[in-house]
């Protein structure tokens, strides 16, 4: 997906329909919230199946693993899908397209409440096909790692990273929006882009301080 020019204010129209329009935006508070009460929901339930605090913490950590896994593979081959076919272009825009079109779009850095609900809904159904009672301390887990990830996502286009050791995930990030967006899928974690040989080599990749300007949102240069 790359776009001649790259747009540093407003946001990309997905749906002439306004209603349909409107449920494609949100505030990381409103998904917070709408998460938050499952996780400690569940957490709660794995207490009453008879689960040890151990085993519940231990497959909880698994599912927040597991989701940087999901979140590698879905940016990968999802979100960056390529594709000759117009239907699936549109699909890739709407789903993530528009981002690196409007990257200062902060309204779309979650995704909204109505099509979360449905996909959690769903994996939430095969996890439990998979592994049964263990599914309300894996789902948990996997949920929060979401709520980092978007969290992490929205830290990185609106602030320089807080700590030296997390410059390294911040710059991995911008680089793969204005570099090459074949590299760098990690947002929450590099993990996987250094398994899976697409993490940028940052030694030798200089910082462009302008380009990322264009990607952050407290930043005034806009065009």
């Known amino acids: 997906m790359q776009f001649e020019k790259i747009h540093n204010k407003g ?33 709660y339930h794995s207490g009453t199946l008879g689960f040890t605090t151990g085993r519940i913490a231990l497959v909880f950590v698994g599912g927040m693993i597991f989701w940087s896994f ?27 397209g528009n981002h690196h079109h409007y990257p200062r779009d902060r309204q779309r850095l ?33 949920i929060l ?6 969290s992490m996502h929205y830290a990185i286009h609106a602030w320089n990273p807080p700590f030296k050791w997390m410059k390294p995930l911040w710059r991995n990030h911008h680089l793969h929006h204005y570099k090459n967006e074949h590299q760098g899928f990690g947002v929450s974690s590099t993990l996987w882009d250094h398994v ?3 993490m940028f080599d940052l030694k030798k990749e200089k910082e462009d301080k302008e380009k990322v300007k264009e990607l952050m949102f407290g930043k005034k240069n806009e065009a």
């Not at 979650?110 to 769903?122: G, N």
């Open 11 to 43: 946001q990309a129209r997905l749906f002439r329909n306004d209603f349909l329009e409107m449920l494609t935006k949100t505030h990381p508070l409103v998904i917070w919230g709408m998460y938050l009460p499952v996780i400690a929901y569940m957490l």
């Open 145 to 150: 790692g979401y709520l980092m990830y978007g």
């Open 70 to 96: 999901f979140e590698y593979i879905a940016h990968r081959f999802i979100f960056h899908l390529v594709s000759e076919k117009k239907s699936m272009q549109k699909f890739a825009y709407t789903l993530h």
């Open 110 to 142: 979650f995704m909204p409440p109505v099509p979360s609900i449905i996909i959690a809904s769903a994996i939430f159904g095969l996890m439990y096909l998979l592994m049964r009672s263990y599914t309300f301390m894996f789902f948990p887990g996997f």
């Open 196 to 198: 899976f040989g697409t």
